[in-house]
């Protein structure tokens, strides 16, 4: 999470808080939800079952249930999309290269023809 960085329009460095996250379950966290809420950055990241079954359990001591928005979550397969077709290129799909500047640099590159 600290290695995001969002692109501003015009002169000036890159924002590293983005106004909102959109994650799916696997970054269903305790320690994730309590970090981005501390930077204050909003997020959109739905319960696993597990939790909402743990949660449910512990009665009126579990809490309430985290607040989930499905209008913005259905965002999210704009870039799930982007993934799939980054995986057709074989090279990203099976990662061959050794180091992780080698792989950026091959993912850059499809990203690159795929926009061009």
């Not at 808080?17 to 970054?27: C, E, L, Q, S, T």
């Not at 309590?34 to 743990?54: A, C, F, K, M, Y």
């Not at 061959?96 to 993912?107: E, F, M, R």
């Amino acid at each position: 999470m600290d290695a995001i960085r969002v692109p501003r329009i015009g002169p000036g460095r890159p924002r590293i808080r983005p106004d909102h996250v959109i994650g799916d379950k696997g970054y269903s966290s305790k320690a994730i939800r309590s970090w981005l809420r501390r930077r204050g950055i909003t997020h959109t990241i739905p319960e696993r079952s597990d939790q909402v079954r743990n949660r449910t359990q512990r009665g009126s001591r579990g809490g309430r249930p985290l607040a989930f928005n499905k209008q913005v979550y259905k965002h999210r397969n704009v870039v799930e999309r982007c993934f799939n077709r980054l995986k057709q290129w074989r090279g990203i799909a099976t990662r061959y290269d050794k180091t992780a500047q080698s792989y950026q640099a091959a993912v850059t590159l499809a990203s690159l023809l795929m926009w061009a």
